[in-house]
Nanobody, 125 residues
């Protein structure tokens, strides 16, 4: 059974930092590209960042470039998202997702095969 479990969300002030984690089990983590998505109330789920299976290539939504950093530890089957200089507009539920297309960072929701349940990030002004 494949499981993706996000953690690390919370309530912070603008300018603060958070690090999200996604623990993965039930699949060969090192063979999957991974992504972070987010969904704010009343809005569609959107791509935030992605990383290839090897970690050699990453991609970011323009509004988070320079503030967020995605990384992975294939030995620990864990994906991370370091979020710095958080803004109120970053408030959303953040989801991690796994994509069996190991060598490409996809930005579309339908490209991902497995999803976590999400973790809430709230940034107050």
């Amino acid at each position: 059974q494949v499981q993706l479990v996000e953690s690390g969300g919370g309530l912070v002030q603008a300018g603060d930092s958070l690090r999200l984690s996604c623990a993965v089990s039930g699949l060969t983590f090192s063979r999957y590209a991974m992504g972070w998505f987010r969904q704010a109330p009343g809005k569609e789920r959107e791509f935030v960042s992605g990383i290839t299976a090897s970690g050699g290539s990453t991609g970011y939504k323009d509004s988070v470039k320079g503030r967020f950093t995605i990384s992975r530890d294939n030995a620990k089957n864990t994906l991370y998202l370091q979020m710095n200089c958080l803004k109120p507009e970053d408030t959303a539920v953040y989801y991690c997702a796994a994509d069996r297309s190991a060598t490409w960072v996809h930005r579309g929701i339908t490209e991902y095969d497995y999803w976590g349940q999400g973790t809430q990030v709230t940034v107050s002004s």
